[in-house]
């Protein structure tokens, strides 16, 4: 059994009205075959650019009317202050009231600290799209909200990075969510040192970044000195005891909890030519459709409250591809079977990108060409 789901195996095929010069056209599921640890030295190579853009562009010729579901939810606002104060609550009560409930606060931390640090991730991550509120600034402070509860700043770094992945998915030196060369010649399908890099996996995001080589910009600047006030509070009134609470929520949250498994789901390769999947499992409703990861790179203007509608409207585009249905068995498949890794992913050169998109703006300009005809 594959570690994800097809629903058909009847593809639409393209129609004269799509006139599409890419052979991709209408899921684009490109050629290439996944990369196999053992099997080959490195990262599937496609020869065109990422497929969401155009992907968007088919699907809003079928059904123009989900432009309509574009926005912001305001209520991601009341979402990241409660759930901030409940976190900080309890650093309050494990810091200092609960001071000897070791256990309790090792099974806590993981069924709710550690979900609570996925809940801001994808409110940081709403932010990031300008999907919570009417401006960018109001944005960005939101995005600050959801790393009050979180003791490294994570929020604006986050921003600048995730927006260079949806630009450059895939590009090789250009997308920062790429492993790094050391993460895929030396884990491959080794069991063991997969488990030790999904433990790792909150350190790897930093240190991708650092690799990248950019200075930080303003707002990274200002994250630095709001999350080390918010630590200084957290260490005054909650002591180091409920500080280190909220460190192991963020090291649990972002590693090996079960809503972490979405880092894997959404771009490591469990099938040839697909370089994106979703997730459509129950902890959807905990996590804000996060999982809905291929609907999210198509439509990045929609807020996760009405993701789902995307699929509801254009099934045809989505019931073909491959999708997860348990972030547990996401985890477990991709450490325990030998044919996952690190390197499972799809890369591209810069030129192949722009050869790509270069042939989607010539369409574009034949089309608007005929039309004023």
């Given at each position: ?19 599409n ?21 490195d990262?599937?190579?496609d020869d065109l ?7 968007k562009l ?27 104060a ?12 609960l001071?000897d409930?070791?256990?309790?606060m ?17 409110i ?6 300008n999907l ?14 959801a ?11 986050f ?31 080794n069991s ?8 790792i ?14 200075e ?10 709001f ?18 609470y ?8 972002y590693s ?6 979405h ?20 902890l ?26 995307i ?6 585009f ?16 991709f ?31 034949e089309?608007?060409?005929?039309k004023?005809?």
């Amino acid at each position: 059994m594959p570690p994800f789901t097809k629903i058909s195996n009847d593809i639409p095929l393209p129609t004269k009205e799509d006139n599409n010069p890419d052979y991709r056209n209408p899921l684009y599921i490109g050629v290439w075959k996944k990369s196999i640890p053992y099997v080959d030295e490195d990262i599937a190579i496609d020869d065109l650019d990422e497929p969401h853009m155009k992907r968007k562009l088919s699907i809003l010729k079928r059904y123009p009317e989900i432009e309509k579901l574009y926005g912001y939810d305001t209520s991601t606002i009341l979402i990241v202050t409660l759930s901030s104060a409940a976190q900080l609550v309890a650093a309050y009560v494990f810091g200092k009231i609960l001071v000897d409930w070791n256990v309790l606060m090792m099974i806590y931390c993981f069924f709710f600290g550690a979900s609570f640090t996925q809940l801001y991730g994808v409110i940081i991550h709403e932010a990031t799209h300008n999907l919570a509120a009417p401006t960018s600034f109001q944005n960005r402070l939101i995005g600050l909200l959801a790393n009050i509860a979180l003791p490294f700043p994570i929020a604006m770094s986050f921003r600048r990075y995730h927006l260079e992945h949806h630009t450059f998915q895939g590009v090789i030196g250009f997308d920062p969510d790429l492993p790094l060369e050391w993460e895929k010649k030396l884990i491959r399908g080794n069991s063991f040192l997969k488990f030790v890099w999904i433990m790792i996996y909150p350190v790897m995001y930093v240190v991708r970044g650092l690799v990248m080589g950019k200075e930080p910009c303003f707002w990274e600047y200002v994250n630095w000195v709001f999350t080390i006030t918010i630590d200084i509070l957290v260490y005054n009134f909650c002591g180091m005891r409920g500080l280190f609470y909220l460190f192991l929520s963020l090291w649990v949250g972002y590693s090996i909890h079960p809503a972490a498994a979405h880092f894997i789901q959404e771009h490591y390769t469990f099938d040839d030519g697909q370089e994106t999947y979703s997730y459509y499992g129950i902890l959807n409703v905990f996590f804000m459709n996060i999982g809905y990861h291929n609907e999210h790179h198509d439509f990045a203007k929609v807020p996760w409250s009405n993701l789902p509608e995307i699929r509801k409207i254009a099934p045809e585009f989505y019931d073909n591809l491959a999708y997860h249905t348990s972030w547990f068995m996401v985890h477990w498949n991709f450490i325990f079977q030998k044919q996952y890794g690190p390197q499972s992913r799809v890369g591209r050169t810069v030129e192949d990108h722009k050869k790509g998109r270069k042939l989607m703006k010539n369409l574009l300009n034949e089309t608007k060409g005929s039309k004023e005809q």
